[in-house]
C-alpha cells in the first residue's frame, strides 16, 4: 500500500504564488507515474499535470500550461506543484495520484492511489 499526503495548500491572492507538496510512504516505487489533479465544489475532478518517473517528461492541462510545474524528487519520495499567477478558477482541492502501471495518463481512473487533497483558495 502507498500513503499520499498533500500540503501547502492555503488562502491566496490572484496573481500569488503556492508551491504544494505531496510525500509519499509505504510501498512506494520511483517507476510510478504521479500526477495532480483539482476538484472544485460541484465539479468533477480534472487533471492538472503529470510527471514520468524519471521526471523528464510531464504533461499539463491546458488551462495551466505556462503557470503549473510539476516536479517531482525520487530520493526525498516527495512530489511537487509550483504555482505561480494563480487565479480564482484555480480554487479546488488539490490531489496527488500515483499511477503503478506508469501509463502517463490524464485520466483519474488510470491512477491507483491518491492523497486525501488540500485546499486551495484563490481571491479575487
Known amino acids: 500500500q502507498v500513503q499520499l499526503i498533500e500540503t501547502g495548500g492555503r488562502l491566496v491572492q490572484a496573481g500569488d504564488s503556492l508551491r504544494l507538496s505531496c510525500a509519499a510512504s509505504?510501498?512506494?516505487?520511483?517507476?510510478?507515474?504521479m500526477a495532480w489533479f483539482r476538484q472544485a465544489p460541484g465539479n468533477e475532478r480534472e487533471f492538472v499535470a503529470a510527471i514520468s518517473w524519471s521526471g523528464s517528461s510531464t504533461t499539463y492541462a491546458d488551462s495551466v500550461k505556462g503557470r503549473f510545474t510539476i516536479h517531482r524528487d525520487n530520493a526525498k519520495k516527495t512530489l511537487y506543484l509550483q504555482m505561480i499567477s494563480l487565479k480564482p478558477e484555480d480554487t479546488a482541492v488539490y490531489y496527488c495520484?500515483?499511477?503503478?502501471?506508469?501509463?502517463?495518463?490524464?485520466?483519474?481512473?488510470?491512477?491507483?492511489?491518491w492523497g486525501q487533497g488540500t485546499q486551495v483558495t484563490v481571491s479575487s
Open positions: 509505504g510501498r512506494t516505487s520511483s517507476d510510478y507515474t
Open positions: 495520484a500515483a499511477d503503478r502501471s506508469a501509463l502517463f495518463s490524464r485520466r483519474a481512473g488510470a491512477y491507483d492511489y
